[in-house]
Each structure stands twice: as structure tokens, then as C-alpha cells.
């Protein structure tokens, strides 16, 4: 079975949406939760956040950003192209319940992956306040739809080009100084970033979630590649997560495991971008 790509869009210059026709998964997906894709028999399994789903439309939607061949590749294909492989939902949905005000946080690709919960945390009646982070304006993505899901909306970039200038962490710490009061916070986004939000709440005692990201192969629990510490023990993140309480994940022993590849990930993109000329 193939996997057809109905809709591209752009969400930024290295960002891309796509809408998959599957509906299998479409029916069964929740927030929180991803698939494993493989573009062709030769590729690569990479997992990505299922960003929304239409049942109706037997339609997923999954974000990617351009860090190495895989993704490049896929987000050169076109609308009416068809994908070798998308097996899911995997991992454990997200734990939506009323909290009372929920942070959501998102840096980079990660604001696509925290929009379905920004959605299901409102619809559970929390007062969800949103914070996003960019490195610039142009890189900020579905700020408009998370605004209509949101009460409050904050924005941060790197550079100072829209918003708060500074990190998303820091945005919230000066939130929470100000006196907001969370009684959750989740964040999805680069590692470094999660693991500044852990840092952040961790002092005030809130609660506090993230959305993991290693290595994965299969996403099923066989390979162990995505093993992460959380609370002194060993989780898989594909079949225990992908989301830990925060205060509990070794995040600087996930950072190292995700550089495990780095050199052959730079060889790959090299050889594909000399092979079709799209890094020129």
C-alpha cells in the first residue's frame, strides 16, 4: 500500500506540511501521537508528530524540517506523489484532562506538534495559554491557528524580529515572575529547549511535560535505538512515551545518543543533494 500525498504548504522556508491520505491511522489518531514513515524501499524510518487528522477526509498531517536527506527529500515531493510507508499512531497519547491553565510551548517544528494539544487542552475546558519560539519571523509557523485555539498568545524569536526577543524559557520565566500561574506546562521543540523549560519550572514546582525525540527505527519497541533515562531507568520512548515528565528525562544523555549519527548523516545529505542538485 502506497501513501498519497493530497496537499503540500509551505509553513516556512524549511518547513513543510503535508496532508497523506490514510485513513486507517486517520481514524485512530490522537494528540500527542506519531507515525513512522519511509519514503521508498530504500529510505530510511523516521518518525514524525501527527500534527492533526480528518477522519472524514481519511487525511494525517505531518510537519517536517530539513535537517538531513530524509527530510530534504521528502519535502522536495509534490502533491499527487505517493509515500512507501507510514505506520501508526504510535506512542502513547497525550494526557489531556482538565489541569485548569495549561502552558503550551513550541519551538521550531515543534509548534506543529504542539498545535493538536493546544486544541485538545481548550476542548477539555483548560484556559491554555500558548507560547511559541522561532528563530526569526519568517520561521514562525501556524501562529494563526494556534491563536484561535488559545486564550493567551505569546511569541519569541532569536532575533527579536517578532515578539519577545529571547528564547521561549525565558518568556515563560518572566510570565510566571509577572505572576501568571500554570498548572501545566508542555513543551515540544529541540532538546536544548525542552530541557531550558524543565529547568525553568522545575523551581516553582510545575508540572511539567515533553515530547521526546531520539533515534528511532522501527517505533515499535523492538530496536531499543530510542532508549531515554527518565527518573533513573531506562524507557523507550516509542512504546513508553514519547512524553516524560520533564523533571525526570537525562536530556544531556539524549543530546549525546542523537549526535550518535551525525557524520553519516552529513555524508548522506551530501551524496543526495550531489545526486539531484536540490542543495544548489
Not at 106 to 116: D, E, L, T
Not at 133 to 160: C, F, P, Q
Not at 255 to 265: I, K, L, P, Q, W
Amino acid at each position: 500500500m502506497m501513501y498519497r500525498i493530497v496537499k503540500k504548504e509551505d509553513l516556512a522556508p524549511t518547513i513543510k506540511k503535508f496532508d497523506i491520505h490514510a485513513p486507517l491511522i486517520a481514524k485512530k489518531a490522537k494528540p500527542g501521537q506519531f507515525v513512522m514513515i519511509r519514503i521508498d524501499e530504500k529510505g530510511e524510518r523516521i518518525p514524525l508528530t501527527i500534527v492533526d487528522a480528518s477522519p472524514e477526509r481519511g487525511t494525517i498531517t505531518i510537519a517536517a524540517l530539513e535537517v538531513g536527506k530524509t527530510t530534504k527529500k521528502l519535502n522536495s515531493m509534490k502533491e499527487g506523489d505517493y509515500i512507501a510507508n507510514v505506520a501508526g499512531p504510535l506512542g502513547n497519547p497525550a494526557e489531556i484532562a482538565y489541569y485548569g491553565t495549561v502552558a503550551c510551548v513550541g519551538g521550531g517544528v515543534g509548534i506543529a506538534c504542539i498545535y493538536p494539544e493546544v486544541k485538545a487542552f481548550k476542548k477539555a475546558g483548560n484556559y491554555v495559554i500558548s507560547i511559541l519560539g522561532a528563530r526569526t519571523k519568517e520561521m514562525l509557523i501556524l501562529k494563526n491557528e494556534i491563536k484561535e485555539w488559545s486564550d493567551e498568545l505569546y511569541v519569541a524569536t532569536d532575533d527579536g524580529s517578532e515578539g519577545f526577543h529571547g528564547f521561549v524559557h525565558l518568556l515563560l520565566k518572566k510570565l510566571i515572575e509577572e505572576g501568571k500561574r500554570f498548572d501545566l506546562v508542555v513543551a515540544v521543540g529541540p532538546v536544548p529547549m525542552m530541557k531550558a523549560v524543565a529547568e525553568t519550572t522545575k523551581p516553582y514546582g510545575i508540572k511539567t511535560i515533553v515530547s521526546l525525540n531520539p533515534i528511532m527505527v522501527d517505533g515499535t519497541g523492538m530496536c531499543g535505538c530510542c532508549r531515554v533515562e527518565v527518573g533513573g531507568k531506562t524507557k523507550f520512548a516509542c512504546v513508553d512515551g514519547p512524553e516524560f515528565d520533564a523533571h525526570e528525562v537525562d536530556f544531556d544523555l539524549l543530546m549525546a545518543r542523537n549526535r550518535r549519527f551525525v557524520e553519516e548523516e552529513r555524508l548522506a545529505l551530501k551524496k543526495f543533494e550531489e545526486s539531484c542538485a536540490c542543495g544548489r
